[in-house]
């Protein structure tokens, strides 16, 4: 029975040594840990894709992680379905929605090393994806960068990070196309910087407009990309919305201005105030080759030739334009009838030839009229000497 008791004495010993070894174990634990300025964030070991490895970016050929295939048809209407199906809340935000082609350079602090952030510089794929090491291929396409961040933070913080703190920002503007042509400072490509781009931000970003600028700017509606809606099979050729701005509109500061807004594949055009020439013959004060602006009418035409002279027929004047197959076209215009609005008010086109014929009766008149004025002018002035009654003097 001794050596019973004795046994026992041990084993309840043993326990609270093991107990006591226990408590000191936690306290020494809980003071180093109580202690550390920078508690561990990281709780699972992250893996890098190696750059270089075949499957660092993801091919065109497969499809994204989320089983989502996007095509380049599909990225461009989500895109332009995000900037006409609100206007209203567009043009309250001055956001900018990421699109295939963007290149974004993302910050997380903490992800590989604990004292330092991890910097990613990528570019959206076709498939509107971006690749960062640990999470892979994320969407981003169609999302803003504050929504990108949310993304990456969540997904950052399922699986690796407490608290991530994540930056994303837009390095390079690719995904929105706009092309401006003509009298500004830089023709070309602009990309949108946000979604609700304004011709006078587009300007601004091409440089300006140039002193030579046509009075008129022109939108052409999609024009920067074949769209099969756009296609006319009747006539063979795409057609486009245009809408016309004028210059001074744009620019005006007396609550008139006309500044409408800019959509990716929108073609800018704002021709140079000199494009050419059009040209004035017979029967007009100041016939000769006169500037061509656009768009130019043919009462427009005949004024800048300081207008018709009085022996020309207004009834029966010709504009001959050349064609594009070399031929050329005669139009016959009543410059009397357009005046008063009975026919329409013809647009000119580059190149084309005025011509006012002589009108017969006008001229008969006029020509009647001169030698009467002339006659008069040359009366006969006599003075006659009184001693021998001959004139002295004749004409003057």
């Not at 390079?172 to 500004?184: C, F, M, Q």
């Not at 004035?280 to 800048?304: C, D, H, W, Y």
């Not at 215009?333 to 005046?339: G, L, P, Q, S």
Request: neutral net charge.
């Amino acid at each position: 029975m001794e050596a019973v008791a004795i046994m026992a004495r041990e084993k309840q010993h043993k326990k609270w040594q093991n107990m006591v070894t226990g408590l000191t174990l936690s306290l020494v634990l809980i003071i180093i840990c109580g202690c550390s300025s920078k508690p561990p964030r990281v709780y699972k070991v992250a893996y890098t894709a190696p750059r270089g490895a075949n499957d660092f970016y993801l091919s065109q050929q497969q499809k994204p992680a989320d089983g989502h295939h996007w095509t380049n048809g599909n990225v461009d209407n989500v895109g332009r379905s995000l900037v006409k199906t609100s206007t209203q809340s567009i043009q309250a935000s001055n956001e900018y929605h990421l699109g295939p082609g963007d290149e974004i350079r993302v910050k997380i602090w903490q992800l590989l090393d604990m004292d330092r952030e991890t910097s990613e510089t990528t570019k959206i794929n076709e498939q509107g994806q971006i690749y960062l090491p640990v999470l892979n291929h994320i969407q981003a396409a169609g999302l803003t960068t504050s929504q990108l961040r949310k993304e990456i933070s969540k997904r950052l913080g399922q699986e690796y990070l407490r608290d991530p703190q994540v930056e994303v920002k837009v390095t390079n503007y690719r995904s929105k196309e706009v092309v401006v042509l003509g009298s500004v400072g830089s023709v070309g490509s602009v990309y949108l910087e946000k979604d609700n781009a304004t011709l006078l931000d587009v300007i601004g970003m091409a440089g300006g407009v140039r002193n030579n600028a046509a009075p008129n700017i022109e939108i052409l509606r999609g024009a920067g990309k074949a769209d099969p809606a756009t296609w006319d099979s009747t006539n063979g050729k795409y057609y486009f919305h245009r809408d016309i701005v004028p210059v001074a509109k744009l620019f005006a500061e007396d609550g008139s201005q006309v500044n409408p807004l800019v959509y990716p594949g929108d073609v800018i055009k704002i021709s140079s105030a000199t494009e050419g020439f059009i040209y004035l013959s017979g029967e007009v004060n100041q016939p000769g080759a006169k500037p061509f602006n656009r768009p130019l009418t043919i009462l427009q035409a005949i004024s800048s030739g300081g207008g018709i002279s009085k022996i020309g027929r207004e009834q029966e004047c010709k504009v001959i334009r050349r064609l594009s197959n070399g031929s050329e076209q005669t139009i016959v215009v009543d410059i009397a009838k357009v005046r008063s609005g009975e026919h329409r008010n013809i647009l000119m086109a580059q190149n084309d030839l005025v011509v006012v014929p002589i009108d017969p009766d006008e001229k008969f008149w006029h020509d009647l009229a001169s030698l009467f004025n002339a006659g008069v002018r040359t009366g006969v002035d006599a003075s006659y000497n009184a001693a021998t009654g001959e004139p002295t003097g004749i004409g003057r």
